[in-house]
Each structure stands twice: as C-alpha cells, then as structure tokens.
DNA sequence: GCAAAAGTGTTCGGGCTACACCCATGG
DNA sequence: CCATGGGTGTAGCCCGAACACTTTTGC
C-alpha cells in the first residue's frame, strides 16, 4: 500500500491587450504533464506530507510564495491502474510572476467551464497554444439509505484520466468556496493590484460576470488604496490598492 | 509507511425532561475509547477507503444508516509515538436511535466548548457520567511568506492527545460551515422532528441561541408538516416535520 | 469627440433581527 | 390559573442587485 501526492495548481493568465480600448482578458489555468496528469510527488517517512509537497514546488518552480491547502485523498481503485496506491491532493495557487522556471514536460492550460445546471453537467476545456483537451464531467446524486451521496463522472470519452478529472472538478468548488469566504483571491495577484484585476479573478472562478460598481463597495472593507497609478490605456487610469490585513481578524 | 484510518463520530442526546414545563436538553457529543483516542479502522488493498470506514462503523454499532464524509489526512510526525503511520479521519453522523449495539471500551462524551474570540482561545471539556476531560486549545496565525497559516495547540497539559484535540477541532469546524449549507442536520434527528429539536442542533453546533419565530422562517422552505403531534409536556403540542426532498436540488 | 473603463451615488427588494402577541397544554 | 413552549405577524435594518451618472484616458 503505497502513498502518493498529487499537485493541483492554478494560476491566474493575464492575456495580451488587444486593443488599447479594451481591458486586458483573464483566464483561469491549471498546470499538467505531457500525460495529462497532475504532477506527482514523493510522501516519504521523514517529512510532513505538506512540507513535502512544498519542497516539490519549491524545486519545480524555483518559487518562494504560494498558496497551499490539502485538497482530498483519494482511495477508490476503480480510478487507478495501480490498486496498491493512496494519493493525496494538496490544491496550490501561484502567481506566474513568481516563478523563475518551468519544466518543459509541464504546461499550463486555460480552462473554460460551461456550467449546465438543468443536467448537472459541466462542459470543460482544457487548452493552450499546443493541445485541447475536452470533457464533460456529470455529477449524480445517489441515495445511499436516507442521505445523499454526490459522486462525479466524465461521460463519453476522453483524453483525461477520470480521476483527474474529478480532481479538478474538486479543486474548483473548493476555490467557489474560498473565494467566498477567506482572502485567497489575492493569492493570484501581486501585492499591488487594481479593483478590475480583483474582480477578474472572481469573475474567473466563479464563472460569472460581476458589476463592478458593487464589487468595489463588496471589496472595500478587504483593501486599502495605495498612491500607485496605472495608466496604459485609452480610458480612465485606475489606482493600485493592497490587500488589508486588518481584515484577516475576521477569520481567525 | 502506513496508512490507518480514524472515526470522529458526533451524535446528539436527548437529555431526560427535567420538569414536565422544561423541554427537553440537547447535547453534542462525541465518541471516544478508553485510551481518550478516536475508533480506528485498517485501510487495506482491497477496498475504498470510505468502505473500510463504513465497514467498521456497521460492526462497531449494527448500524445501517448514518452521514459520512472525510475529514483530513494527517502526516505531521510530530504528532505520534509512531513516525511511520499517516492518518485518515472520516467524521461521522449517527442518530443514537439506531444504534443496536455500542462496544464496551467506547463512550459517548457530551462537548462543551467555550470560545474565547479576543484570544482565539476554546476551552472544550469533554465528559459524561463516568469521566471528565479537559483541555485549552489556541489558534495560531503564522506568516508564512505572504500568506496566513492556522495552526492549532494545546495549550497546557491535558489527558488528550493534541492531535485527537486538533481533529475534533477540525469536525466542529467542518459542521458548522456544513451546516450553514448542507442538509447535514437532519442527520442527528430522527426522520420525523419538531422544529425545536432541529433549532437544537443548530444551536448545540453554532453554539449558540436562537429566536425560534426567525428559526422557523428560515428553514421553513426545507422542512414539509406532517400530521404527527407530539403531546408530552406541559406546554403547547407541536407537529413533528420532516426534510423536503424539494429542497436537495439546491445543492446538486 | 469617442469608446471604454474607473469610480460614485441612489433606489429597490429580500432576508435577517427583534419583538409583540395569541394558542394549547399538564399540573 | 400559570409557566412554558408552539406558532404567527410586523416593523426596522442591512446588504446585495440594478442602474444612472460623472471622470479620465489614448487615439
């Protein structure tokens, strides 16, 4: 019986500017390998899981600032190819900036979810300058005696693994709840950031679009501005704020 | 390296009536061994994770229906005599009624926590007729880079072990975020209830008292009236309610 | 000037809080 | 009758949604 860790990272894109009238695009990602497949690491004896996953980033990256939290372990052998094997996810976020290095068998991917409520369905696409992966992951709620079980599965075929998967389709309502009630949002961000890209990000994760005149008023009280100016566009320039760090008590 | 698997199971009591005016008292509890440690089950080969767990929970108490979900893996060493072993913890709802048997080296604990918000600080004392544990557990913020890190200690000497006192920790926490969103409530009661039981609940897990006339407003969209009256008290008879399946297709 | 985003203010409605009030019961 | 909980109705308040409106920029 073996045990393996599993990386699921995101990140936050910010596109070319297509025009200098329009605002810059955002594009939620997510790193896999040449396979498909999340990067792996080592769970050995001597370390705490988490610092060993960690230390993993930490080489593959050569990045010093991240988010980290567990995610889920996973136990089902109807997933795997090996039987013998436990893994455990921890879910990251990275702000790209920070990287100095990425391997060249890893690659980010946008991805691009279209919800369908009415069937309990999501219409996913993974995709970068070179590769397109599609799937349509379904989620069933099954009666198991008088509670309610919710398990996902991809219907049809596919060139993800369906543990991935559902991996993904995990880490993504994690972010829908943090985002709601802790400050990782600014974990894709720089330190110094506009309203715009905040909203961006939670326009990005929760896949929809948001006004902004109440998104600033939402966010007030979690910012504070700051005398940075942006102004590289056809319209209004916009201040910097960061984030305010008095507002954390709230979560202690 | 080996990977076992650890039960937080939580249930309500129903205390005796007091006085025929009175209604009757809620506790949370908690089952704990004699050795004040959580039930553990073996994670072997052959099978989920989650069945082994389910499969233990059948034959510790003949029980057939109850809520389960994973709670956390742990692998800090730092918390074990035994360096080499990583713990799985499933938290558990069972509703005592439909308890057939209960092993004589397990007990059910009644919990009482007091928070203490300026210190981030909660006294927890755990006891029933028999036995009374104590202990003070803190919540720490640490830096780390440019994120926040929780961490939780025993603060003092305590007859518990400090990770046994981070998990329960980590379940309380987990119910009352489930219980804002999920119909995990339910789980605690018996298919029929009254209104006060389930505001019970709500109130032993939020810690917390509620105005039962906002209480019935809000859950009203997710409970049906049934023609059953309970009639036992000095006081008013009330309908007993159950869950409306309606209501589930919120949360698919 | 114009299109686009930055930023402010106002209105409206739903949901939560507090609280007043009546009903039904066993002793 | 009375203490107690069961249950309903109402008024006030806050927060989010919708939207109108002004400001500032590059071209």
Redesign the interface.
Known sequence: ???KGNLLIFSADNKERVDVRKLKEKKLQILLDENNELPKFE????????KSAEDEIEKLFEI????IE?L??W???NYYTN??E?I?TYLVIINKKNINNIPNNLAFYDICIKDDEKL?LQNVILSNEKKEIRYKIE?V?KRK????E?TNKIVGKSSINELIAIIIHTGIKRLRNRIENT?IAF?FLD?EFTITELQQIYEIIQDKKLVSANFRKKIEPMVKKTEIIVKDAAYRPSNKYIFNEEF?KNW?
């Open positions: 019986m073996k045990i769970v050995n004896n001597q370390e705490y899981i988490k010093s600032n991240f988010y567990q889920y372990t136990g089902d052998p039987k013998e436990i455990i309990s989620t709620a005696r008088e509670n309610i919710y400050n974990s330190k954390l202690v």
